[in-house]
C-alpha cells in the first residue's frame, strides 16, 4: 500500500499494533520513502513500544541516507499474532515445536447436526428477540418537547465504581513464541482449575500408561476436532504433559455437544480406555461453565446504567441526530437515575480498518475522529460516569487484550473524567460487576456455531457460549488477534453479574445462568459492507440497566 498520506500511515501503523504521535506520523508523511521509513522506525522502536513517537522517527530519518528495510518485521505482540495461526494455540509443553506440527483442522461444526440439547442448555430469562421496542418508549417523541435540563437531583456521594483486570500499562508481551507459551499456560492453569473439581483428570502423559479398559478423564485445551470416515468425532485434547485423543460417537447423547466446541478451548473429557489404551471413549463433555447457583448482586439503590458500543464517530453512516436525541434523553428527569454510561469499544470508525473504508468516511483523520466524539460525549450529563473500552476500530492495538486509549487520545477524551480501561475489563458499579467486552470473537462464534446456538439475530446466544468457556474469545488466529501476555487476561475468572459486549452491531439480550449478557447494537446505520452481506444493524438503541433488580428497558433514539 503506498503511504503517501498521513491517515493510511496511521492505519498502517494500527495494522502493526501501534499508535502514533501526530507529529511522528507527519514525519513520515513527508520522508522521501515513508514506507521504508515507517518499517525503520518500527525497527527502531523497543520491543514493547505501543506507540511510534517522533523520537523513533528522527533516529532512523537521521541516520545517514534513506532508511534499509528491516530484515525481520517489528517484534510487536499484534504482528506476530498474524502469522503465528493455531498450533502457537496448541502448545502447551516446553518443547512447542512439536505441537506445532499438527495442521490446524477447524472441523468442529463441520456437518453440524441439531437435535436436544444436552440437560446443560441455556436458562433463559425474558429475552430480547420478541420485540424491541417492547420495553422501552420511542424517546425520540418524549424528548422533543422537552429541553435538555440538566437539573437532576443526583447525589454522587452514593456512588462506587471500581475496576478490575484493565491490563493497560500492563503489557509484557513482545509477541515471541515462547510468550504464546506462557498465555496458552496460563489459561490452561486458569481454566482446568474450573474443572479439576467435577472429574478425576490425569495428565496426558499417565493416560497414556494407563490399562485399556480403565475409566479416565482428562482436562485440556482442544487441539483438534474432525469427523471420522464412518460420521463420529475425534477430539484430540493438550495438556502441559502431551495430548491425548478422545472419540465421541455419533450416537451418543454429547455429539450434540461438539458442535459446541471451539479449537483452543479448555475442556474435560470423561470415558473408557480402549483396549490397546490408544484412545478415550468419550462419554462426557463438561465445560468451565457458569455454575447453576450463581447469585447476582445488586444495587443498594434504584440506579441505572445505559449500556452502549459501537459510536463509529467518522463514519458516513454514524447517525448524529439519534445520539444526539439520546443525549437530550439523558437530561430528562425520565433518565434521572441514569447515572453510568458504558461505552464497550468502536468510538470512532477509524481509518484503515477494513477495504475500502475511506469511501465511506465523514471524517477522515483519525484524531479528527476523536475530537468529535469528545464534543458529543460532551452532550451527556456532565455529572454522569462513563467507563469506556476500546474495540478494534479505535486507535490502540488490536490484538486482545487491547489496552486503554493512550496519553494523547485521553487527552482529546478528557471530558467527563471517564475511566478509560482496557478491552476487555471488569467494572463493578454499585456492587454489580460487568465485564466489558468488545466482542470480535463473536463473529467466530456465529461462524462457528449452528444458527440455533449463536447468530446475529440473537447475539446474546453467542455471549452464552463465551460465558459457558469462561473466555472471551477462545479461539485464536481467526478474526481474533491475540497478543501474547504473562497472564491470559482473556479468561473469566469471576463470574460477573453482567456481561456486555457490541461489535456485532445487534442488539439483544437475556440471562445465561442468571448473569445478564447484553449486546447493545449501535450507531451506525447500515454499510456498504453490511448491506452486501444482509446484515441489518440495530441502530440508535441504548439499553438501560436497572443496577438494583438487574432488568432491561431498551430505549429507541433512531
Ligand atoms: O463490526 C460490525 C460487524 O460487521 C461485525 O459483525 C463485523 C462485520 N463487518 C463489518 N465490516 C466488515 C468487513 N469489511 N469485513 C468483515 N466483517 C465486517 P465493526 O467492528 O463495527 O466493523
Ligand atoms: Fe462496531
Ligand atoms: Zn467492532
Known sequence: ???????????????????????????????????????????????????ITTEHVRAVLDADGA??????????????????????????????????????????????????????????????????TA???????????????????????LRSLEIANDMTGQSTGTGEYKHFVRTFRDRYERLSGLLRGRVNHRPAESIQHMAGGEDASMIGLVNDVRSTASGHWLIELEDTTGTFPALVMKDKGIA?????????E??????TLADDSGILFADSIHFPD????????????????????????????????????FAEWLHTDEAEHVEYLLICGDMVEGVGVYPDQDEELDIVDIYEQYETFAEHLKEVPGDMEIVMIPGNHDAVRLAEP???????????????????????????????????????SLDEVIAELPEEKASYDEPHKAMYQLLKKRHVAPQYGGHVRMAPEEKDYLTIDEVPDVFHTGHVHKLGWGKYHNVLAVNSGCWQAQTDFQKSVNIDPDAGYAPILDLDTLEMTVRKFS
Open 1 to 51: 500500500m503506498p503511504l503517501e498520506t498521513p491517515s493510511r500511515i496511521v492505519s498502517e501503523l494500527a495494522s502493526r499494533g501501534y499508535n502514533a504521535e501526530r507529529e511522528a506520523v507527519t514525519l513520515l508523511a513527508g520522508a522521501p520513502e515513508p514506507a521504508l521509513a515507517l518499517e525503520a522506525a518500527i525497527e527502531h522502536a523497543p520491543d514493547d513500544a505501543l506507540r
Open 67 to 132: 532508511p534499509d528495510a528491516p530484515t525481520a518485521p517489528g517484534a510487536d505482540a499484534a504482528t506476530a499474532t498474524g502469522s503465528a495461526r493455531k498450533g502457537a494455540g496448541a502448545s502447551l509443553q516446553d518443547d512447542a515445536e512439536s505441537a506445532n506440527e499438527h495442521p490446524s483442522v477447524s472441523t468442529g461444526t463441520a456437518g453440524s447436526r441439531s437435535g436436544g440439547s444436552e440437560g446443560d442448555a441455556p436458562v433463559e430469562t425474558k429475552e430480547s428477540n420478541d420485540d424491541l
Open 135 to 157: 420495553a422501552g418508549t420511542t424517546a425520540a417523541e418524549s424528548t422533543a418537547a422537552q429541553s435538555p435540563s440538566s437539573a437532576h437531583d443526583r447525589d454522587p456521594s
Open 256 to 264: 450434540d455437544m461438539v458442535e459446541e466446541i471451539m479449537m483452543d
Open 266 to 271: 479448555c475442556i474435560a473429557i470423561d470415558g
Open 290 to 325: 457458569i455454575p447453576r447457583t450463581h447469585k447476582p448482586s445488586t444495587a443498594d439503590r434504584h440506579v441505572q446504567a445505559a449500556l452502549i458500543s459501537d459510536v463509529h464517530v467518522g463514519s458516513d453512516e454514524f447517525m448524529a441526530d439519534a445520539w444526539h436525541r
Open 402 to 440: 487491547q489496552p486503554g486509549f493512550d496519553e494523547e487520545l485521553r487527552e482529546i477524551m478528557a471530558a467527563h473524567d471517564a475511566r478509560i480501561v482496557s478491552n476487555p475489563a471488569t467494572v463493578t458499579v454499585e456492587g454489580v460487576s460487568i465485564l466489558m467486552y468488545h466482542g470480535v
